[in-house]
């Protein structure tokens, strides 16, 4: 279970540079669906696992990249602790890499933050076969720029990481979640009365008409917290949101494109024509919003940059077409795209890795 | 570049300064330069060649456009509170000061944000957000002083970080200049966005990529409790294992310090906060949240406290002494100072494990250099805040200290730590970034600022050394018989 293949991962890359060869980072292949399609050499990194550091009281954890998600929740597990932003898996193969890399996190992502909150350091291979150490294993480094947290989300295009240390937390007490049958504008106005209170929310949801909260903490502080809030206790609700996390949900099993969108937590409504109430699934307190929709992208992306929010196709439906590719991620600024191309040529100057995974510019 | 053809391009420089602003927003003599030779690092000063005070982002995208097609160095400012000389002047750039950039722009208390211009104070933002039950929750010392453009480009923490975070969690969207003059929206209303992590990659880059003229922080809303125990330990290591303790306790405390014996004495002298003064080490545990859950959590860290071998224990009795617990550590840079004529502020962060290692060295070298060392720690997040008592006057003391300051460092990246937890690099640790990343990873860097500023002319030398820098600090520090840097010419 514990494997140190970096030399060879270094070498298929140094070789991939000099042959000017594209590469595809793999590593559970559990989130295969997102991101743009790419033909290229597949330089896998699950074989390289193994958990290298961990020690409770520290709050930090360090993993080589290919280590599977679950042998790392059931090791913080078994000391009381958690990976705070909930990561989803989509299949018993993922990796921490692969997370990191996407910068996935769960419901609790609003209430706690993102992946990229978590990271603290990160060993990389970059474009030019170099292994660099960015980052650390303390919760406070400022020293030299912030290349761990660029890594969250930029899948691969601009590093393979070999390893990541995150900070992790004690497990919460208690939760408990309540439901309450409401309209979806109610259910925004009721997130956002809570949120301006201290309130020990950590998960919210809000579709077929029920707005489901889930409450995390002390034991005292959680049945205040049912008590003000009011509505049912939900039963099976660790299953519920498992399953929200996991997209296992009714709700996503759809023939439709799956997109999300990011946007300011107060919006009533996204306008997309051919799109009811039943197209969308909101959590984070309303800041993230699923919608099942065929739609051209360009009506979707317009109508959510019109609120400042973001736009992407998270899930193909039954039918795409070729000429989608360029449109899963929202489309940047010229300004913000001339730098995020300095950038993939600073870390990968021969465009070699995952080249065109997010923007066929990178 | 010679004296005339400095003083000449200054000339032109102005003449053309002052077509974009007023005449009393361009300072060019010396009188009035002084106040911006130094920020909080006062060891190290130079006159800036011209200080410019625009109030107007149109203003800024002009400055900054002239000096890009001038090739003349930036490097902006705001309340020149920073502690690592991150905005020290050049003698041949513009100093950009943000200072006029005052305003809030709007607060969302739905959203729970506030926009708001970089030159606003971070204490002013929790103070203007205060009657709506919300606040920032970033709380560096300086925070009355300290502005939030600063406190992104610092990647600024506080007391508070182990539970809330850094600047870095807590800020939604900026809006930066680049050195050509363009504005870039980073981040949207949203929680994320598409493409890199630009925000990341922004905060605490010390003014190296951008020029801050906006930012969204989050704000969250105030907690219900806030209640402080204080413990007294005859032993730092029994003090350094009691924070372990209350964290495997499964409780994430708001606040968690540790001061020592020196630190102690001098904080009570100045405040009196009635702290233990026979104590080797003191501890304030700050908890936070409903009502319900400070009291379970009081209870619960009393004990492991008193179980971690505590030789005292209180809690605040009231809000005031809460207050008072905290004044006494809120003061303790000022109250150390009092017992020396200068001080030094270190600011590496460590795993915590090895504090007991660290101090013990740092006593050891304390003893070697003859200077006294007060160490304040934040103990929940390992950030270390070593200040080493010297005096100025005396000649070779500061040079001294430094190199100290420096033995402390390259310690704190042995033990598997950071030379700057939150103080950043500037040009004050600039030579122990050598022992902290390699000739690689220092590339890296370059490459990185390159894709912003490649003619280099944001906040040049600063935070990242060249390779050259590193061979010759290299040379001057063998370590372990190895030689840094072996594939570089030696000069």
């Known amino acids: ?362 | 570049m010679n004296i005339n053809m400095q003083s000449s391009n200054k000339v032109s420089l102005l003449k053309e300064l002052l077509k974009l602003l007023p005449e009393d927003a361009v300072l060019h003599q010396a009188e009035d330069l002084h106040p911006y030779e130094c920020d909080g690092l006062s060891a190290y000063r130079h006159l800036p060649m011209i200080v410019v005070l625009p109030n107007t982002v149109d203003q800024v995208q002009s400055i900054l456009r002239l000096c890009y097609e001038g090739g003349v160095p930036v490097v902006a400012r705001g309340a020149g509170t920073g502690l690592s000389g991150g905005a020290l002047p050049l003698e041949n750039g513009v100093l950009l000061s943000l200072a006029k950039f005052k305003d809030i722009i709007n607060i969302d208390a739905k959203r729970r944000i506030a926009r708001v211009q970089p030159g606003v104070r971070n204490l002013a933002i929790s103070q203007a957000v205060d009657q709506l039950g919300l606040y920032y929750a970033p709380d560096p010392s300086s925070q009355i002083a300290c502005t939030i453009g600063g406190n992104v480009a610092e990647n600024s923490g506080g007391v508070h970080c182990l539970k809330y975070g850094l600047t870095v969690h807590n800020i939604q969207q900026l809006k930066i200049i680049t050195i050509e003059g363009e504005l870039l929206t980073i981040g949207g209303s949203g929680l994320d966005s598409s493409g890199y992590d630009l925000l990341a990659l922004m905060t605490g880059s010390e003014g190296m990529l951008g020029v801050i003229v906006e930012v969204t922080v989050k704000l969250l809303p105030k907690p219900e409790s806030a209640q402080v125990l204080l413990a007294a330990f005859d032993d730092v290591v029994k003090a350094g294992e009691a924070v372990g303790n209350i964290i495997a306790a499964g409780i994430i405390p708001a606040g968690l310090e540790m001061m020592d014996k020196l630190a102690i004495s001098a904080a009570e002298d100045f405040v009196h906060a009635g702290y233990p003064l026979d104590a080797e080490a003191m501890l304030l545990c700050e908890l936070d949240g409903t009502n319900e859950e400070v009291s379970e959590h009081v209870s619960k860290v009393h004990e492991v406290l008193q179980q971690s071998g505590a030789t005292e224990v209180r809690t605040a009795k009231d809000e005031a002494e809460r207050l008072t617990f905290w004044k006494g550590r809120k003061a303790a840079f000022p109250a150390v100072g009092r017992l020396s004529p200068d001080y030094y502020c270190m600011d590496g962060t460590i795993p915590r494990k090895q504090l007991p290692r660290v101090l013990k060295t740092m006593a050891d070298l304390s003893n070697e250099y003859d200077l006294p060392v007060a160490n304040v720690f934040h103990a929940g997040d390992g950030n270390l805040h070593p200040l080493i008592l010297y005096d100025a006057n005396i000649e070779g003391e500061l040079e001294r200290t430094e190199e100290f300051g420096g033995k402390i460092l390259e310690l704190c990246v042995e033990v598997g730590g950071t030379i700057t937890g939150e103080h950043g690099v500037g040009v004050e640790k600039i030579n122990q970034m050598c022992v902290q990343f390699n000739s690689l990873e220092l590339t890296q860097f370059h490459a990185v600022k390159a894709a912003f500023d490649p003619q280099s002319l944001l906040n040049p030398g600063k935070a990242v050394p060249t390779l050259h820098r590193c061979a010759e600090f290299g040379a001057m520090h063998v370590h372990k018989g190895e030689l840094p840097f072996p594939e570089l010419e030696r000069f």
């Open chain 1, 1 to 362: 279970m514990n494997v140190d293949i970096s030399q060879q991962l270094q070498q298929q890359v140094q070789r991939a540079c000099e042959e000017k060869v594209a590469l595809r980072i793999v590593g559970g292949n559990s989130k295969a669906f997102y991101g743009c399609d790419i033909s290229a050499e597949t330089l896998s990194v699950a074989e390289h696992r193994g958990v290298l550091s961990y020690e409770p009281t520290e709050l930090v954890i360090t993993v080589r990249a290919g280590t599977p998600l679950k042998t790392i929740e059931a090791l913080l597990d078994d000391h009381g602790q958690v990976m705070p932003f909930e990561p989803p898996a989509f299949s018993g193969h993922a990796t921490i890499g692969g997370i990191i890399a996407c910068n996935f996190s769960g419901p609790r992502r609003a209430y706690a933050g993102a992946a990229r909150d978590y990271l603290l350091g990160c060993k990389i291979i970059n474009g030019k076969g170099e292994i660099l150490t960015f980052g650390g294993e303390v919760m406070k480094n400022v020293a030299g720029y912030d290349v761990s947290r660029l890594m969250a989300g930029a899948m691969g295009s601009l590093g393979v990481l070999l390893e990541v240390s995150l900070k992790v937390l004690p497990k919460a007490e208690t939760e408990s979640t309540q439901m309450i049958h409401c309209s979806s504008a109610d259910a925004i106005e009721k997130m956002h009365t809570w949120s301006q209170t201290p309130l020990p929310v950590s998960a919210t949801s809000f579709h077929d008409s029920i707005l489901r909260v889930r409450l995390s903490g002390a034991n005292k502080a959680v049945m205040a917290a049912v008590d003000q809030i009011g509505g049912d206790a939900m039963q099976n609700a660790d299953q519920y949101w498992q399953d929200l996390k996991e997209q296992r949900l009714d709700f996503f099993n759809t023939e439709k494109h799956l997109w999300r969108l990011s946007l300011a937590s107060d919006v009533e409504s996204v306008l997309v024509e051919n799109t009811d109430e039943d197209d969308f699934l909101y959590e984070w307190g309303g800041a993230l919003r699923w919608l099942k929709s065929d739609m051209p992208a360009e009506i979707i992306q317009a109508a959510v940059a019109e609120l400042d929010g973001h736009a992407s196709l998270f899930r193909r439906g039954s039918v795409f077409r070729d000429g989608e590719q360029s449109t899963i991620f929202q489309p940047l600024t010229p300004g913000l795209m001339r730098i995020h191309k300095n950038l993939k040529q600073a870390f990968d100057p021969h465009n070699i890795l995952n080249p065109g995974k997010i923007y066929s510019e990178l």
